[in-house]
């Protein structure tokens, strides 16, 4: 069973930067697929960005929309998974999900994923 709080949502303007933190409670952070997922209003949730374990370190997966602009890293130390989103855009703005699932899952389907924080709201101005 894992627990997950995010923290660090806002208001920012385009082209500012936030970061998007995840802290997970639970056995063995460092074997789950970790990712972030947005929704906007009257739209699905999306996949953002995830990370799986492997041998040779972390596998990193992002959204074309994304690439380039965010960063998702894992702290083990800290059960922590964070979201650096840089040049932000107005299109960015919605509500992020962090959530967790088995490293062997499809990482980038939304129903895969047994483990979900409460939410924190990004809004870009333009």
């Known amino acids: 069973q894992v627990q997950l709080a995010e923290s660090g949502g806002g208001l920012v303007q385009a082209g500012g930067s936030l970061r998007l933190s995840c802290v997970a409670s639970?056995?063995?952070?460092?074997?789950?697929?970790m990712s972030w997922f947005r929704q906007a209003p009257g739209k699905e949730r999306e996949f953002v960005a995830g990370?799986?374990?492997?041998?040779?370190?972390?596998?990193?997966y992002y959204t074309d929309s994304v690439k380039g602009r965010f960063t998702i890293s894992r702290d083990n130390a800290k059960n922590t998974v964070s979201l650096q989103m840089n040049s932000l855009k107005p299109e960015d703005t919605a509500v992020y999900y962090c959530?967790?699932?088995?490293?062997?899952?499809?990482?980038?389907?939304?129903?895969?994923?047994?483990?979900w924080g409460q939410g924190t709201q990004v809004t870009v101005s333009s």
């Open positions: 959530a967790a699932t088995n490293p062997y899952r499809d990482i980038r389907n939304v129903n895969e994923y047994p483990y």
């Open positions: 639970g056995s063995t952070f460092g074997s789950y697929a």
């Open positions: 990370l799986s374990w492997s041998w040779s370190g972390d596998n990193t």
